[in-house]
């Protein structure tokens, strides 16, 4: 039997200040990946902190986080599929990037979910492509030239020759996804939804996960087939309860409804937007401080009820 | 019609009516990939009544949700816990939607034109618009690969049905095939709105009005349509919401009225 040995990079675990002084360079391409559910908020903050420049942001489902990167003039180019606060309106600062090149203008790469999917999934494969089949018809291709059409190899069913549209690869200098736990080497577990998280940090040059809990590393061998992200493909581990307010963690905190609702009125006003991000992120020393400046009352209208999963038996012979 | 039933229908909000009759189009689909609001309700509503089997597929990756309240959002808590599936983003959209498992997706859009091409993307010039929209999301996997589509839209007017679309976000099969690639779906099959239903049976095929809500005219509907709207031999005008179907609706699917309004 192998004994558990350190067998990769000791010094794994940093503090989120480490970790974007160490990842992430004025230029860089940041992916911040999180379906709707545990988005690294908290990581966009300190880059926001740290104050990077002319980064290009690639994310999915650009919402709050990236509206407050963009406000903070960190962002020069967005790769996205989804530029909405959500279900609950508008990205005040986006909007005015795009719109009137307010305060300057915002280089926009627009895909579609399944594109983005496959251009994470090329770039974790480290594949010249990846086919898919949408965009044929569609206004897309003529506004982004990353989308592309090709003639299959292969005849189609019918032996006529088959169109079909590709995306390219995208890889990150730097990915940063939030998950629940991870142990301090980043074996990293997820549950709920999974969104992009495991394509994004393989396709990336780096990934930093952000945790809500640093496990032991037996609570990760106890459940193996819950590790997402394993170890080797992990550069560092930042452990930052609430990192991924005001979306969720199942299991630890519900979605903040009330702030979703209340961004699009805070965006809407250049001036409010430009206050918020004074009081709560450059007002705050880190995270931490951000999470007791909302105070134990507000955390206790997001607390959540208790779902134990079943247990599966992973037993081997004797 | 009872007494009982003409005062509730008498009361009727406008998504408790669009959904009421998206949930009765629902009538023999199995699997409907739907987004929060309307369709959540109509796809629920469904579930209690013309198709007890039916199954939502949220883009977020839940299959089989069972939740305990009404979901504000598609990645909402509620839909996990309990859920028979959560699949990730490339299995969702590689294998279950690409791969042909939905029946029917609900889409919304800012502009529809007669051919169920749909403009989420932008209006004005996509380089500086006036409005720069959300974009695709799954819209344009949606229409790409579930067999039939169904659009919602809650405004009915000649800039949302649109002559020409300011950009063509999420093309039908129809701009699909112009473009050399056979489709997989039929695209919009149906379009309800505040007026009426409009349907499509397929490639080369025009929206048209096929029914009414009650007090509505087909010259309502032709002059609040972008472009010079086909008309169904028959238009049928559109039975009012039961009683039964907004009791439903009003205490067992949104009794906190998060989509009713």
Known sequence: MRSSVDRTAAGKVMSMREAVASFVHDGDTVSLEGFTHLIPTAAGHEIIRQGRRDLTVVRMTADIVVDQMLAAGCVTRLVSSFVGNSSAGSLGELRRRIEHADPEPLAYEEYSHYGMVCRYLAGAQRLPFYPLRSYAGSDLPSVNPGIRKVTSPYPAADGTAEQIHVVPPVNPDVTFIHAQRADHRGNTQIWGLTGIQAEAVYAAEKAVVVVEE????????????????????????????????????????????????????????????????????????????YVAKLGEGFWAGLAVGEALSGQVDYGRRL | MSEERTRVAGAVTSSELLSVVAARELVGRRTVFAGIGLPTLAAELAHLTVAPEIEVVYESGVCGAHPSHLPETIADAVLITGAEAVLTMAALFGSVLQGGHIDVGFLG????????????SVIGEWERPSVRLPGSGGAVEVMA?????????????????????????????????????????????????????????????????????????????????????????????????????????????????????
């Open chain 2, 109 to 120: 859009a800012a502009q529809i034109d007669r051919w169920g091409n749909l403009n989420t």
């Open chain 1, 214 to 289: 640093l496990v032991a590393d037996e609570v990760v061998r106890a459940d193996p087939n819950r590790t997402l992200v394993p170890a080797h493909a992990v550069d560092a581990v930042v452990v930052c309860p609430r990192g991924a307010h005001p979306s969720f963690a199942q299991g630890y905190y519900d979605r903040d409804n009330a702030f979703y609702r209340a961004w699009s009125a805070i965006s809407k006003d250049p001036v409010r937007l430009r206050e918020w991000l004074e009081e709560w992120v450059y007002g705050t020393a880190d995270h931490a401080a």
């Open chain 2, 145 to 261: 690969n579930a067999r039939e589509v169904f659009v919602v839209m809650r405004r009915h007017t000649p800039r949302s049905f649109a002559e020409e679309l300011d950009f063509c976000t999420t093309p039908g099969p129809d701009r699909a095939l112009a473009d050399g690639i056979r489709p997989l779906g039929t695209g919009v099959t149906r379009v309800i709105t505040e007026l009426g239903i409009l349907a499509r049976d397929g490639v080369g095929d025009e929206l048209r009005l096929v029914a009414v809500h009650p007090g509505v005219t087909v010259e309502q509907v032709r002059a609040a349509t972008g472009w010079e709207l086909k008309v169904a031999d028959t238009v049928t005008t559109v039975e009012p919401p039961t009683g039964a179907e907004l009791r439903l609706l009003r205490d067992d699917v949104d009794p906190d009225r998060v989509y009713l309004r």
